[in-house]
């Protein structure tokens, strides 16, 4: 079974090369070409912990091209998916013109090369309900009867992607077709039993795919509304997490309070839900609650540090700011709290050192403009007197160990952890000030 690709992002990468590394044949095309370029000399063009890796094994056992023809793509293809981007839109829309491009060029050239074998296409974008099946429409409408549509949304989180490609929870597919089926196991039978493999109409698998993303955003703005009352009430949000998350029913993932989601996907989808209801005429007080939530979250750490400083004061200190991703082990930065945090702080503070693991290049990329914000390599040769405070906006283990003895070398002795990620009662019995969330 020959596999093509179409868009090279998170999404279609991970799965063209990971796809590759299970035996299949996958050509991946992308408009970009110098993106193209690239992944054929085995350069990906984000950070993903041993995507790399796997596509030097794959280019060199000839299993994986890559092109910027869809015409070359499609000529190679038994099944199809679609990766592109569905950016955010006007009025928290997704933009669907990447996918309708597609649509169009897909039918366009299958129609003139005249293929006649079954091409069966699964839509791995986040499209809106209904889409798979206007798509299925326009290529009937076109007497293109030999392509087959399902939708196939993807679960995988950024710095995990390839481990969570190859341990999915499950596989969706939107369709109830026999012939998607069949194409779906021998697909998938190499990953997932068969029966974690669970087929629904293609409008529910749709929507599957913005309520798992929009349940995750309502469980962490959830526990941030917590973190509220329990910083007031002196009680402290781990032990609630913890208190709560041992239920099997409620769970332990996803409810560390902090300073908010970013990223490309819940901040867009959110949106791009509330957006769908509103369509639709519905009324839909809980995700607009999960979306007003995390915009106040965001301000958290700052106005904790306004309560502590005035602005005059804030304008003489140094800060260590460590953190710049939206979540660690990614260069990511879409959406990240901890840019924002910057953007709002540099303005008011005389200078500001980030130390960021991953993201620095993107980071760097993304600030540039702001003058007092300067990139450190490590921390390995940081002199801690240097600086007055440290704020921690991404929740990277090492910034947990930090040594008590150059924490209290801060000129004020002082940590804001937007990520709750160090231990409160150890920092304050060394005499450090400590400020997380909800604790
Ligand atoms: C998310 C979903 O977890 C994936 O299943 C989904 O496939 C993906 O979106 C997508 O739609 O493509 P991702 O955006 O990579 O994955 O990152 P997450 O690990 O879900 O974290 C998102 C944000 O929530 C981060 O900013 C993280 O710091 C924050 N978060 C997460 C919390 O504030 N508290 C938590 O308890 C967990």
Redesign the pocket.
């Known amino acids: 079974m020959k596999i093509g690709v179409i868009g090279s992002g998170?999404?279609g990468l991970v799965t063209g090369i990971c796809l590759a590394s299970l035996g299949f044949k996958v050509c991946i095309i992308d408009s970009n070409k110098s993106k193209i370029n690239k992944l054929r000399k085995a350069k990906v063009p984000f950070f993903e912990p041993r995507l790399e890796d796997i596509l030097h094994t794959v280019l060199k056992k000839n299993k994986i091209t890559f092109s910027t023809s869809m015409r070359t793509m499609i000529s190679k293809s038994d099944v199809i998916f679609i990766c592109v981007g569905t950016p955010q839109g006007r009025s928290g829309k997704p933009n669907l013109l990447y996918i309708n491009q597609v649509k169009k060029e897909l039918s366009k050239h299958i129609a003139l090369q005249k293929v006649k074998r079954n091409i069966t296409i699964f839509i791995k974008s986040?499209v809106p309900p209904k889409t798979t099946k206007s798509f299925q429409d326009y290529f009937l409408k076109k007497n293109i009867n030999n392509v087959h549509f399902a939708s196939n949304p993807?679960?995988?989180?950024?710095?995990s992607?390839v481990h969570?490609f190859f341990n999915p929870d499950r596989i969706i597919i939107g369709s109830n077709s026999p012939h998607i089926k069949q194409v779906a196991f021998k697909i998938y039978k190499k990953i997932i039993s068969k029966r974690k493999i669970v087929f629904t109409s293609s409008q529910s698998s749709e929507v599957i795919?913005y309520a798992?993303?929009a349940f995750?955003?309502t469980?962490?703005s959830f526990?941030?509304e917590v973190s509220r009352l329990t910083e007031v009430v002196n009680a402290d949000i781990l032990e609630v997490s913890n208190g709560i998350g041992l239920d099997k029913r409620i769970g332990k993932?996803?409810?560390?309070?902090?300073?908010?989601?970013?990223?490309?996907?819940?901040p867009k989808?959110t949106l791009a839900l509330s957006a769908e209801y509103r369509s639709n005429h519905i009324f839909s007080p809980l995700i607009n609650a999960v979306i007003k939530i995390n915009e106040t979250q965001k301000k958290e750490l700052l106005s904790k540090i306004f309560s502590v400083f005035t602005k005059q004061e804030l304008s003489t200190k140094s800060v260590l700011f460590l953190g710049s991703a939206?979540?660690p082990y990614?260069d990511d930065i879409r959406d990240?709290?901890g840019i924002f945090i910057l953007q709002e702080l540099s303005p008011i503070i005389k200078d500001i050192k980030v130390y960021e693991p991953i993201a620095y290049k993107t980071s760097m990329q993304a600030l540039k403009n702001y003058k007092n914000i300067h990139f450190l390599k490590d921390l390995k040769s940081i002199s801690y007197e240097c600086f007055h405070f440290i704020v921690i906006a991404?929740?990277y283990d090492t910034f947990s160990n930090l040594k008590i003895s150059d924490l209290k070398r801060l000129k004020d002795c002082m940590v804001f952890d937007g990520?709750n990620i160090m231990s409160k009662s150890l920092l304050e019995n060394n005499g450090i000030k400590y400020f997380g969330v909800g604790r």
Not at 154 to 159: A, K, M, V
């Open positions: 998170y999404v986040t993807e679960f995988l989180r950024e710095g992607a969570d795919k798992a993303n995750l955003a469980k962490i526990i941030n993932n996803f409810l560390n309070a902090g300073i908010g989601y970013g990223g490309s996907c819940f989808d939206f979540k990614t990240s709290i991404t929740e990520r």
